[in-house]
């Protein structure tokens, strides 16, 4: 089992992908984890790193980086929303 | 169906006058339209394209429009978000709110675009004469939501 990442808007351009699948990995137990995990991919990634602007969702529902990610989550990382 | 995630347009017209019909209770009915502006940031705008997360966002506003539901007595709520590439003058988002007096209305009319603002996952990019640009989120747009937190409820 493994989680299912989505980026969108400016992140989604940075990483240069909308999404992908990944075994989680050993030691990323939340979502603020998992994060920090990518954002050590590369120079690409750095968009990603603690302090930059970007929340995330767990299950399509806005989380904190404390929230846990288990196999099977569908986790989306993004800028701070602008619509409306 | 009170919310709709769409790219074609809507008749803001004919969504105020849905509002009201076959509630006789009701005595008020506030809305707001928001529109593309020719202009943001010092830059003249000729288009902008609208993104957001399919499944979640449907979620977010429906949840917003259930929180308003919890906070106000309302009759009936609709909430339209567009999607895609919109150039200036064109309609982005509708709420409207049906309500027995104006105080609720208005309330939970701006209550929702405020919430809209800062929890629906929509993604703006203009396209200005130096190039595409993504938007950047306003403080005060997080401010506008946070204030109902303390808000009482008027009247």
Known sequence: MSVRILYFAALREAVGRSEESLSLPVGVATVGELQSFLAMRGEAWEALRAGRNVRAARNQRMVKGSEPVVSGDEIAFFPPVTGG | ?155
């Open chain 2, 1 to 155: 169906m009170s919310v709709s995630v769409q790219q074609a347009d809507f008749d803001v017209g004919a969504e105020i006058a849905a509002l009201s019909r076959g509630y006789p209770e009701i005595g008020a009915v506030a809305s707001f339209v928001g529109l593309v502006r020719n202009a943001n940031d010092g830059a003249g705008i000729s288009a902008m394209s609208l993104e957001h997360y399919p499944g979640m966002t449907e979620k977010a506003l429906e949840e917003i429009v259930e929180e308003a539901r919890s906070r106000w007595s309302l009759n009936t709520v609709r909430v339209i978000h567009r999607f895609g590439r919109l150039e200036p003058g064109d309609n982005i988002v509708f709420v409207g709110v049906g309500s027995a007096h104006r105080g609720e209305a208005f309330a939970a009319c701006e209550f929702i675009m405020d919430y809209l603002k800062t929890r629906a996952p929509f993604w703006k990019r203009e396209e200005t004469p130096d190039g595409a640009r993504w938007v950047d989120a306003r403080e005060c747009d997080d401010g506008a939501a946070a204030r109902w937190d303390e808000i009482e409820i008027r009247r």
